[in-house]
């Protein structure tokens, strides 16, 4: 009978609650809309299996900031969080990836696309200080969750694990979902925002960039910001050597590691490890629900700073320089996504008469730099 009763303890079948219950319905259908929908599929399958992991009881498959436990003894999901996200290791590997993906060329040949880029961060302050005075997170949790306004998974765990790990579940969940609604988000709030004249603002020949910038650029522009704000230096630093390394013309086989077989290992433990956080006990809280609407907070309103500067831009230059102030949208990052979105709502509204994809990916690479500069300045103030 003790032998029995020995098993039946171990039994993880007995041991279900409701909360495990409704986790695997939370996972299993981040799993339906990356499958289904193509919403965001190569982070949110493991992030929706990750959380399915995280609740099977007695699986120890889950995986949290909590310091302690036998060394000997660490679960396998835990073993990879302390690895890759305590050590704030994974995140920066991925913008390596990222940068030796990323074509700077239609933000070098339109440099006022980098203030679309830039405006397009308002919404991560906005959420912030929302979060903070309305809803009651402290600085730091804040911080973590204002960042989902910029679009950029990698820096949201990036910041959310060094200010708010706790949040880290939540935080990652509404950036990546958000990120794949770019194309139900962006056209009401384009629509809103823009007359129909605005939108049949034609986009210009961009000028010819040489490769001497392209090879420049990511040097001089590390060691600026770098210098400026050095607590941004392991994203900004790591985008710019992957570009480097794609751009250089002397590094193809390192490029292409960098943006193929290494980017897509880290992206399966990133997502693994970000569902194993999503234990039902630490994420079915009042403030799950109240950072997933703050993140369409942030995602909105910097959706519409961008938009809204390129349209005061548009006070200043003369008639014959105008911007289609569509394409500010695309400054919230979500590369390429965002830049599609916006090409295709304005060739629809249009009937095809303007394409502003080169155009749109201007602001949309610069939202990657202002997202991990806004991340710094988190860092450097609340940090």
Same mark, same amino acid.
């Given at each position: 009978?003790?032998?029995?009763?020995?098993?039946?303890?171990?039994?993880?079948?007995?041991?279900?609650?409701?909360?495990?219950?409704?986790?695997?319905?939370?996972?299993?259908?981040?799993?339906?809309?990356?499958?289904?929908?193509?919403?965001?599929?190569?982070?949110?399958?493991?992030?929706?299996?990750?959380?399915?992991?995280?609740?099977?009881?007695?699986?120890?498959?889950?995986?949290?900031?909590?310091?302690?436990?036998?060394?000997?003894?660490?679960?396998?999901?835990?073993?990879?969080?302390?690895?890759?996200?305590?050590?704030?290791?994974?995140?920066?590997?991925?913008?390596?990836?990222?940068?030796?993906?990323?074509?700077?060329?239609?933000?070098? +040949?339109?440099? *006022?696309?980098?203030?679309? /880029? $830039?405006?397009?961060?308002?919404? #991560? &302050?906005?959420? @912030?200080?929302? =979060?903070?005075?309305?809803?009651?997170?402290?600085?730091?949790? +804040?911080?973590? *969750?204002?960042?989902?306004? /910029? $679009?950029?998974?990698?820096?949201? #765990? &990036?910041?959310? @694990?060094?200010? =708010?790990?706790?949040?880290?579940?939540?935080?990652?969940?509404?950036?990546?979902?958000?990120?794949?609604?770019?194309?139900?988000?962006?056209?009401?709030?384009?629509?809103?925002?823009?007359?129909?004249?605005?939108?049949?603002?034609?986009?210009?020949?961009?000028?010819?960039?040489?490769?001497?910038?392209?090879?420049?650029?990511?040097?001089?522009?590390?060691?600026?910001?770098?210098?400026?704000?050095?607590?941004?230096?392991?994203?900004?630093?790591?985008?710019?050597?992957?570009?480097?390394?794609?751009?250089?013309?002397?590094?193809?086989?390192?490029?292409?590691?960098?943006?193929?077989?290494?980017?897509?290992?880290?992206?399966?433990?990133?997502?693994?490890?970000?569902?194993?956080?999503?234990?039902?006990?630490?994420?079915?809280?009042?403030?799950?629900?109240?950072?997933?609407?703050?993140?369409?907070?942030?995602?909105?309103?910097?959706?519409?700073?961008?938009?809204?500067?390129?349209?005061?831009?548009?006070?200043?230059?003369?008639?014959?320089?105008?911007?289609?102030?569509?394409?500010?949208?695309?400054?919230?990052?979500?590369?390429?996504?965002?830049?599609?979105?916006?090409?295709?709502?304005?060739?629809?509204?249009?009937?095809?008469?303007?394409?502003?994809?080169?155009?749109?990916?201007?602001?949309?690479?610069?939202?990657?730099?202002?997202?991990?500069?806004?991340?710094?300045?988190?860092?450097?103030?609340?940090?």
């Amino acid at each position: 009978m003790e032998v029995i009763q020995k098993l039946l303890d171990q039994f993880g079948l007995l041991h279900l609650g409701w909360q495990n219950l409704v986790m695997f319905a939370v996972g299993g259908t981040l799993i339906f809309l990356a499958i289904r929908r193509n919403f965001e599929p190569l982070l949110l399958v493991p992030i929706g299996f990750g959380a399915i992991l995280a609740n099977l009881p007695l699986a120890a498959m889950s995986a949290s900031n909590a310091a302690g436990g036998d060394p000997a003894h660490v679960p396998l999901l835990q073993l990879i969080y302390d690895a890759g996200i305590r050590t704030e290791l994974l995140p920066p590997i991925i913008f390596m990836g990222v940068g030796a993906l990323t074509d700077f060329r239609p933000l070098l +040949s339109r440099p *006022i696309t980098f203030l679309l /880029g $830039a405006s397009a961060q308002v919404g #991560i &302050f906005i959420a @912030a200080l929302v =979060a903070h005075h309305v809803f009651g997170f402290n600085l730091k949790e +804040s911080g973590a *969750i204002g960042i989902i306004g /910029g $679009a950029d998974g990698p820096t949201s #765990i &990036f910041l959310t @694990a060094k200010m =708010a790990p706790h949040l880290l579940g939540a935080v990652a969940v509404a950036a990546y979902s958000y990120m794949a609604l770019v194309p139900v988000i962006f056209p009401p709030i384009l629509r809103l925002l823009t007359t129909r004249d605005e939108r049949h603002i034609g986009v210009k020949q961009a000028r010819e960039v040489s490769r001497t910038a392209v090879i420049l650029f990511p040097i001089i522009s590390c060691v600026l910001a770098c210098l400026l704000i050095p607590s941004a230096a392991p994203l900004l630093g790591m985008l710019m050597f992957g570009n480097l390394l794609r751009e250089s013309g002397v590094t193809d086989r390192l490029g292409a590691a960098a943006a193929g077989p290494l980017i897509n290992i880290v992206t399966i433990f990133l997502g693994l490890v970000i569902g194993a956080t999503m234990e039902g006990s630490s994420f079915l809280q009042s403030r799950t629900i109240f950072i997933l609407l703050l993140g369409i907070v942030a995602f909105s309103f910097s959706t519409a700073g961008g938009i809204l500067f390129a349209k005061l831009l548009n006070l200043i230059l003369p008639r014959d320089k105008r911007i289609n102030p569509c394409i500010g949208a695309a400054g919230v990052s979500a590369v390429p996504m965002a830049a599609r979105v916006v090409q295709k709502f304005v060739a629809d509204e249009t009937d095809g008469e303007v394409n502003p994809l080169m155009a749109a990916m201007g602001p949309n690479v610069a939202g990657v730099i202002g997202s991990a500069v806004a991340a710094g300045v988190f860092l450097s103030l609340l940090g």
